[in-house]
């Protein structure tokens, strides 16, 4: 079970814990269940130097206001451990969904669409491809990728042959 930090627990209390397993993140995410109060999401992840919550609370942030993002009510980073605590969203995630294909295809792509509106002028965050080689460089070279996922046309050359080929 987690501990999370003392400044953390006053507000997890009386809340049943559900995790949340969908999706690529190497966090720990927990929906944090409670009738009487708006449900929350917390994000737990062991610090290093490749990942770490605090871009994604950074981008919350920036987004509230412009767009529906969940409220960040709590980071907390130490040398150890990132702990994210958010607002949970109304709703559920596409595979939970009772739409029809279509009118989810047409929810993501109002959702996008809104998001590309956005004015960046004031955007804090640059993600160039430069910056997205050197990372994925850095997790190539920590071992970190998962050939088990690869599709069956890339299986066979050196991750860093494929890499660099491209």
């Known amino acids: 079970m987690l501990s999370p930090p003392s400044s953390l627990r006053k507000l997890l209390e009386n809340r049943e814990w559900q995790s949340i397993t969908i999706g690529e ?24 130097q490749l990942r770490n919550l605090d871009g994604e609370m950074e981008r919350m942030r920036w987004l509230s206001g412009k767009v529906d993002v969940p409220e960040v009510i ?36 109002d959702n996008l669409r809104q ?9 804090p965050f640059r993600h160039s491809n430069d910056q997205c080689i050197a990372e994925s460089a850095q997790i190539l070279h920590a071992g970190r ?8 046309e890339n299986i066979g050359p ?9």
Request: contains cysteine; negative net charge.
């Open 115 to 123: 998001l590309h509106s956005l004015d960046v002028t004031d955007c």
């Open 25 to 48: 993140s190497a966090a720990s995410v927990y929906r944090l269940v409670s009738p009487e109060q708006t449900d929350l999401i917390l994000k737990y992840q062991p610090r290093d």
């Open 145 to 152: 990728i998962n050939t088990d996922d690869f599709d069956q």
């Open 74 to 109: 709590d980071f907390i980073q130490d040398e150890k451990d990132d702990w994210l605590l958010m607002t949970a969203l109304p709703g559920g995630d596409a595979t939970t969904s009772k739409l029809p294909p279509k009118d989810q295809i047409n929810l993501l792509a």
């Open 158 to 166: 050196s991750l860093s042959d494929s890499f660099f080929e491209r």
